[in-house]
């Protein structure tokens, strides 16, 4: 044991905690010195930044978060909301968070709101007086309007205020005043894409199946199918837009309704994404209505399952691990970038797989 490590010890022999005047000590820094470069918040020599690492190493020393946080220093946390753990959608997205905040030597909690807003707005209190780095919020809502945003703006301007950063993902922008970082993909095109896709096959009854109406991933969504039907010059049929949670449970039962009530009056579905997807296919294989020799079906989000069905699901890839990624990125690195950069838009594309076929192929049994 080198001679530092046996001044870690007290008198009787028991390891005291090694204080930040410690790794001073050892790397031949001023406290203040060891302070800046731990952090993360301000421009310090690399040879520095390296002697104080070592010595932290050596040292194994632990910053005392609670006492960075009554400092009003942050606390190098990546905090994220979403409103549901057990879905596909936001654990990709969470996914590529975790993974850019960890190659960026940032902690990651992820909390749930269960789709409460005083759940959201009291654990963003919380987070506030942690002092997160980072705060993120994913994942549509329910509704757009002047109160969201200026609840938003708020928001943004009390973390700016803090040397923090709010930033929404999947989610729309509150203007181009606020202070936020934001990251969306392109819904209403990949919608636009999906259905031309079905339309050019030939089918002109196409089903709109899942999502709350009037929530923004929905609204996008239903967006892009109505500007496909105008541009093939298609009647927007409203008996053909069924909302209902994006869950395969919604999918399986509504789908399994309507064919037991006899409303198949559409050759193709489109799902508003790929859970609703899949129960939908389940629903009409139980009822031996083949997919897609009868009934095409095309989903949205391109989850990991969705090649796993059968027939595999021909859908809209959104790049949900990037979102997460360049959410981060961006946020972290803010002061590297315009400020046209801090609101991206990523691409959609179609994959397409085997669950969709011309309408008027041999052997299709759909009107």
Do not use: W
């Amino acid at each position: 044991m080198t001679s530092k490590r046996m001044e870690q010890r007290t008198g009787t022999g028991a390891r005291r905690a090694v204080t930040l005047g410690d790794v001073a000590e050892r790397a031949g820094v001023s406290p203040a010195t060891v302070s800046r470069v731990l952090s993360g918040r301000y421009t310090v020599p690399e040879a520095t930044r390296a002697k104080v690492e070592k010595a932290v190493r050596a040292l194994d020393y632990v910053a005392n978060v609670h006492a960075r946080v009554l400092a009003g220093a942050s606390s190098r946390t990546v905090a994220v909301l979403i409103s549901d753990v057990t879905s596909p959608f936001y654990n990709l997205i969470v996914d590529g968070i975790e993974q850019q905040a960890a190659g960026e030597g940032r902690m990651c909690i992820v909390c749930t709101t269960q789709n409460n807003p005083e759940r959201e707005r009291a654990m963003l209190a919380l987070l506030r007086e942690q002092n997160a780095e980072i705060v993120v919020l994913v994942g549509g809502i329910d509704r757009d309007d002047a109160e969201y945003r200026k609840r938003i703006g708020r928001l943004a301007a009390s973390l700016d205020a803090a040397g923090a950063r709010l930033v929404l993902v999947a989610r729309p922008s509150p203007g181009p005043d606020v202070p936020a970082t934001v990251v969306e993909y392109d819904a209403v095109g990949g919608a636009l894409a999906i259905v031309s896709h079905l339309l050019s096959m030939g089918h002109r009854r196409v089903l709109f199946l899942g999502g709350t109406p009037g929530s923004t991933t929905t609204s996008a969504r239903v967006e892009g199918y109505r500007k496909a039907l105008a541009g093939f010059g298609v009647a927007d049929d409203p008996e053909l837009v069924v909302h209902g949670r994006s869950t395969r449970a919604f999918g399986h039962k509504t789908m399994g309704r309507l064919v037991d009530e006899g409303r198949l009056d559409f050759t193709a579905v489109f799902a508003c994404d790929d859970l609703v997807a899949a129960g939908a296919m389940a629903a009409l294989r139980e009822r031996g209505i083949d997919v897609p020799a009868q009934i095409s079906v095309a989903g949205f989000d391109d989850i990991a399952q969705s090649v796993d069905l059968t027939p595999k699901l021909t859908t809209v890839h959104v790049p949900l691990n990037e979102l997460g990624r360049t959410a981060v990125q961006r946020a972290l690195h803010r002061d590297d970038d315009t400020a046209d950069e801090q609101h991206v838009v990523l691409g959609t594309h179609v994959v397409v797989r085997e669950s969709v076929r011309p309408r008027f192929a041999e052997g299709h049994g759909g009107k």
